[in-house]
């Protein structure tokens, strides 16, 4: 398994729209999706040479950065290895400035997921993301460079 940052927009757009309405509020335009390449970083994953999924790495402030994942329906079951990759990547590769990855969900299996990870609860925004019309909360969760 490999990770390479990409600047690849066709790559990033094409696999980023394949899920967004899971991911995204209700009524949310696609247009909100915007691609930088400079100020973000996205990651390639590959597993034996074929293309899995991407993480997108947003600095946050110079201290942390915001995560997300971008796993290819098909190659979920492999979703934990991959996420500690990226993870081990964000702490051997990223700048020293960056202490903590941060990431927020509203969805269960993903919370527990990001748990498994090692990630910590470190708050909540009550009733702040509509999905099929329901308010949901929306989970913070953190993790230390140092815990990875």
């Not at 691609?35 to 946050?60: A, H, N, R, S």
């Not at 942390?64 to 290819?72: F, T």
């Amino acid at each position: 398994m490999k990770l390479e940052r990409t600047y690849n927009h066709n790559l990033i757009h094409k696999t980023v729209i394949t899920m967004i309405d899971d991911i995204i509020e209700d009524d949310t335009s696609y247009d909100c999706f915007v691609i930088d390449t400079e100020k973000e970083c996205w990651l390639k994953c590959t597993d034996d040479d074929e293309f899995v999924g991407l993480f997108q790495l947003i600095p946050f402030n110079r201290t942390v950065l915001e995560m997300h994942c971008y796993i290819l329906k098909e190659e979920r079951n492999k979703s934990n290895l991959y996420a500690k990759k990226a993870l081990e990547w964000f702490r051997d590769e990223s700048p020293e400035m960056y202490k903590r990855v941060i990431t927020s969900t509203p969805y269960i299996h993903i919370r527990k997921w990001l748990l498994k990870l090692g990630f910590e609860i470190e708050g909540c925004y009550k009733q702040s993301f509509t999905k099929n019309n329901e308010r949901l909360d929306l989970y913070l969760f953190g993790i230390e460079r140092g815990s990875i």
